[in-house]
C-alpha cells in the first residue's frame, strides 16, 4: 500500500488557487501566482526523489495531491501535471537503476520546469509516431515540426519533445528530446483561445529545425508499441494517471456542489426541496456510482505502478483503460450536473459553467477513444499491437 503524506497544498493555498481560477479563465491568461505560489512551496518537487533533494512520493500519492489540487482550480493542477510526468517517470527509471534520467531530477530540484511538447495535427498515436522530423547531425539532432498543448508555455525551461528519424527508411526511429528554453531554431505562436482549460496556456511551438545536444537526446526506440521501454511506458503512466485524477477532483467538485444546490433548491411542484425529488435522488445516486467507480479504477492502477506490480504487456492496457473509464465517468457526472443545476448553471457568474467546460477536454487528452480501444482490443486478443488492419 502507498503510504500517506502530509501534503503541503494547505487548505488556505488551495482556497486562493480556487479564487484565482474565476479570473484566469476569464482573461485566457496563464495561473501565473497559483503556479509561483505551488512552487515557493515546494510542490513541483513532488516526485523528485528525496536522495536527490525533493519530496520523494510515487505515482500513487502524486495522485492523491493533484486529485485535490484538481478539486479546486482544475486548470492549474493540469499544467502541473506535464511538470510531474517527466520528474516522475524520471524518479521511476533512477529508482530502476538506469541513471539516465539523474540530470532531469537534478535540474529539477534546482528550479527547472519540464513541459510536454507531443501532440501533432494528424498524429493520433503520440509518442509511439511522429510528424516531426529528427535529423541526426553531429552533436546531436535537430527537429522540424509543430507541436502542441503543451502547458506551462510561459514557464517551462525544458520542452519534452519527440520526432521521427528516418534516415533509414527500412528502421525508422523515434527520438526523445529535451528542448532548452534558450534553444535557438524554434518559435512560439500564441493560439490557445478554448473551449477549457484556459489557464493552462498550451501554446504551439514550431520547430525550424531546432538543434538539441546528444546531452538532451533521453531515448532513441522504435516506432509503435516496439519501443515502449520503462521511459516511455513512464510517460503514459503518469500522464494519464495524471489526468485522470485531474479531472477526477473536477468532478468531484462539481458533485458536491450539486448536492448542496439540490438540497437548497425550491419548486412550486414540491413542498420540500428538489432533494427529495426521487429523479432527482436517482440521478444524485448514478453520480455518487459512477465516481467510486472510477475512483476505485484510478486508484488500483496507480497503487499497482506505484508497487512495481508486473502486469507486463498489458501495462498500456491497464492504463489506457483506467483513464478511459475516468474520462467517460467523469464528463458523465459533470454532464448530468448540468441538468440538475438547471438554467442558471449556465451563467459566467453561477461559476458552475467554467467547470463544466473544463470537464468537457478530458475527452481531448490522449489516448483517445479510438487509440484505447485498439490498445485494449488488440492487447486483450494477443495481437501485436503494431499490426495493422487487413481488410477482406
Known amino acids: 500500500m502507498t503510504t500517506t503524506v502530509d501534503s503541503i497544498l494547505t487548505d488556505d493555498l488551495l482556497k486562493r488557487c480556487m479564487e484565482r481560477a474565476p479570473g484566469y479563465d476569464r482573461d485566457n491568461s496563464f495561473c501565473d501566482e497559483d503556479f509561483k505560489e505551488l512552487k515557493a512551496a515546494g510542490y513541483l518537487l513532488a516526485a523528485v526523489p528525496k536522495e536527490l533533494g525533493g519530496l520523494g512520493l510515487n505515482l500513487a500519492q502524486i495522485c492523491q495531491e493533484q486529485r485535490r489540487l484538481g478539486y479546486h482550480p482544475a486548470a492549474t493542477a493540469l499544467a502541473v501535471n506535464m511538470h510531474f510526468y517527466w520528474t516522475g517517470l524520471a524518479a521511476d527509471v533512477w529508482r530502476s537503476g538506469d541513471m539516465s534520467t539523474e540530470w532531469m531530477l537534478k535540474a529539477a530540484a534546482q528550479g527547472e520546469v519540464f513541459a510536454a511538447g507531443h501532440a501533432e495535427g494528424g498524429n493520433d498515436l503520440p509518442l ?44 525508422p526511429k523515434i527520438v526523445h528530446a529535451f528542448m532548452p528554453r534558450d534553444s535557438s531554431g524554434y518559435t512560439i505562436e500564441n493560439v490557445w483561445d478554448t473551449l477549457g482549460m484556459r489557464a493552462t496556456q498550451s501554446q504551439d511551438t514550431i520547430l525550424n529545425g531546432t538543434f538539441v545536444p546528444d546531452e538532451y537526446i533521453v531515448r532513441v526506440v522504435d516506432p509503435g508499441a516496439a519501443g515502449v521501454d520503462l521511459f516511455v511506458l513512464g510517460i503514459f503512466a503518469w500522464a494519464l494517471m495524471g489526468f485522470a485524477n485531474v479531472y477526477y477532483g473536477n468532478a468531484q467538485h462539481v458533485l458536491d456542489l450539486t448536492i448542496e444546490a439540490v438540497k437548497n433548491k425550491k419548486s412550486l411542484a414540491i413542498t420540500r426541496t428538489m432533494a427529495y425529488h426521487p429523479e432527482v435522488q436517482h440521478a444524485i445516486a ?40 475516468a474520462a467517460d465517468g467523469t464528463w458523465k457526472v459533470v454532464d448530468a450536473a448540468m441538468d440538475l443545476q438547471g438554467g442558471f448553471s449556465i451563467f459566467k457568474t453561477a461559476g458552475f459553467e467554467r467547470l463544466w467546460r473544463d470537464a468537457r477536454l478530458v475527452k481531448i487528452h490522449p489516448a483517445n477513444e479510438a487509440l484505447t480501444i485498439e490498445f485494449v482490443g488488440k492487447t486483450a486478443l494477443g495481437i501485436n499491437p503494431d499490426e495493422s488492419p487487413r481488410w477482406g
Open 286 to 325: 448514478e453520480m455518487v456510482i459512477e465516481m467510486e467507480s472510477v475512483g476505485a479504477h484510478i486508484d488500483r492502477i496507480a497503487e499497482e505502478w506505484s508497487n512495481g506490480v508486473d502486469h507486463g504487456a498489458a501495462w498500456p492496457l491497464k492504463l489506457t483503460a483506467a483513464k478511459r473509464h
Open 128 to 171: 509511439l509516431l511522429s510528424t516531426t522530423k529528427a535529423e541526426k547531425v553531429d552533436g546531436g539532432y535537430r527537429f522540424t515540426g509543430r507541436k502542441s498543448f503543451g502547458s506551462l508555455t510561459p514557464v517551462w525551461t525544458y520542452l519534452g519533445l519527440h520526432g521521427m528519424d528516418t534516415s533509414n527508411p527500412a528502421a
